[in-house]
């Protein structure tokens, strides 16, 4: 099964910072990986596919790149709502497997 | 409006059953792989199972293969999740998902059923 690391599994900022999370696969999974944002009590919302493919609707704050086997989620501009936790997920094959998320928090 | 509904979570016995469904509307529900995605009490997400457009086709994490089959049907825009021998650990929010057309990504979530496992 593919493993996916994500780092950090929290972090604190502010509204306006530039934030940026990383997953780690654990083998190549070309570019088949896609973020996602999720609230309490709520279901988690598509930001990103295939790394950098920006979903219907989602503020252009949101961007996806990669290096290797190491995703990159980037909000330019922090803002309010985006306080969240974040989860990366790989699409390569199954089981599709997800990270264990990173929760944004307010400084 | 494209949604998902999702019902026939509870509360039950461990080694007991329960079969959860997934009522679709305002999409062409045919098209689609349909995933179950569940997540435990304040921990991450786990991806359960999946089907393919006709049935064909089914996949499922280790954990649950043997105990759990995902079912469709077409003519009536529904995703079922029959769950069987149910353990403590599958306590979870369980999510049914479409798959963006072509790309295991999640793009349209319902809003997530409980299931508890407990005595």
């Known amino acids: 099964d593919i493993q996916l690391t994500q780092s950090p599994s929290s972090l604190s900022a502010s509204v306006g910072d530039r934030v940026s999370i990383t997953c780690r696969a654990s083998?190549?999974?070309?570019?088949?990986l896609n973020w996602y944002q999720q609230k309490p009590g709520k279901a988690p919302k598509l930001l990103i596919y295939?790394?950098?493919s920006l979903q219907s609707g989602v503020p252009s704050r949101f961007s996806g790149d990669k290096s290797g086997t190491d995703f990159t989620l980037t909000i330019s501009s922090l803002q309010p709502e985006d306080f969240a936790t974040y989860y990366c997920q790989q699409s390569y094959n199954t089981p599709l497997t997800f990270g264990g998320g990173t929760k944004v928090e307010i400084k | 409006e494209v949604q998902l509904v999702e019902s026939g979570g509870g509360l039950v016995q461990p080694g007991g059953s329960l079969r959860l469904s997934c009522a679709a509307s305002?999409?062409?529900?045919?098209?689609?792989?349909m995933n179950w995605v569940r997540q435990a009490p304040g921990k991450g997400l786990e991806w359960v199972a999946n089907i393919k457009q006709d049935g064909s086709e089914k996949n499922y994490v280790d954990s649950v293969k043997g105990r759990f089959t995902i079912s469709r049907d077409n003519a009536k825009n529904s995703l079922y999740l029959q769950m069987n021998s149910l353990r403590a650990e599958d306590t979870a929010v369980y999510f049914c998902a479409k798959e963006r057309l072509g790309i295991d990504a999640f793009d349209i979530w319902g809003q997530g059923t409980m299931v508890t496992v407990s005595s």
């Open positions: 295939t790394t950098s």
């Open positions: 083998q190549s999974i070309s570019n088949f």
């Open positions: 305002g999409l062409t529900f045919s098209s689609y792989w």
